[in-house]
């Protein structure tokens, strides 16, 4: 596709449940970013990847949080026994090289998680 | 702790006039800022940037202006037009990782006829 995928658009679901969002960058885009918005704060940054590895895990919440890329492409971020405060917007971005400064990012649509 | 921070959450401008969007940040390490654009159910779209070397960086109708001393960004718009209508966020990064970019809370920017 032209531009970052994510899906689902929405997604409800108990407290306590596993869930997992799909991203599908830019094809050629070697970084991917999530990031999430909770209500009435900026952009979170989470994790980052160049390729199929992490270096940057740092701001994954907790150890409920996991994310992985396969192929260098497809990313996926599992979020195990949701709690009530995971509810947010999360969003992925990419970049045709790394580094956010040095170019521009693109994002998703963003998928919207209840926990309900 | 809120690294960068915009404290309007919200301006309303009349078409024509100038949207004038402030940020502030805390840390000295700071030195490349971007500004995002946010339509409502749709991923932020990269606006405009400006480095640490530089106090100004024009493009178009936006021009962005950096006063290190101050820990202070501003994005200008003019003439502001219905469809700059958005959510604005304030970003900035460190040399050291240039691959966390830290966002503010956003301002919701109305322009109204």
């Known amino acids: 596709g032209a531009g970052v995928s994510q899906s689902p658009s929405n997604k409800v679901t108990e407290k306590g449940k596993d869930v997992e969002l799909r991203c599908d960058p830019i094809s050629g885009h070697t970084a991917l970013y999530w990031y999430r918005q909770s209500l009435g704060q900026g952009l979170e940054f989470l994790i980052y990847?160049?390729?199929?590895?992490?270096?940057?895990k740092s701001g994954l919440p907790s150890d409920r949080f996991s994310a992985e890329r396969t192929g260098g492409s497809v990313s996926t971020l599992t979020i195990q026994r949701t709690q009530q405060e995971d509810s947010a917007v999360y969003l992925c971005?990419?970049?045709?090289?790394?580094?956010?400064?040095?170019?521009?990012?693109?994002f998703g649509q963003g998928t919207r998680l209840t926990v309900v | 702790d809120q690294q960068v921070k915009q404290n309007s959450p919200s301006l309303s401008v009349q078409e024509g006039r100038i949207s004038i969007l402030n940020c502030d940040y805390t840390n000295s390490m700071f030195d490349y800022f971007l500004w995002y654009k946010k339509y409502p159910a749709e991923g932020p779209t990269f606006l405009i940037s400006?480095?640490?070397?530089?106090d100004k960086n024009e493009d178009g109708r936006f021009t962005v202006f950096l006063n290190k001393s101050a820990k202070h960004l501003s994005l200008h718009i003019v003439p502001s037009q219905p469809g700059d209508s958005a959510v604005y966020f304030c970003a900035a990064s460190a040399a050291y990782n240039t691959d966390k970019l830290i966002f503010g809370t956003g301002t919701r920017l109305q322009v109204f006829p």
């Open positions: 990847f160049q390729g199929n590895s992490a270096p940057d």
């Open positions: 971005a990419s970049s045709l090289i790394q580094g956010l400064a040095d170019t521009e990012a693109f």
């Open positions: 400006i480095s640490s070397i530089k």
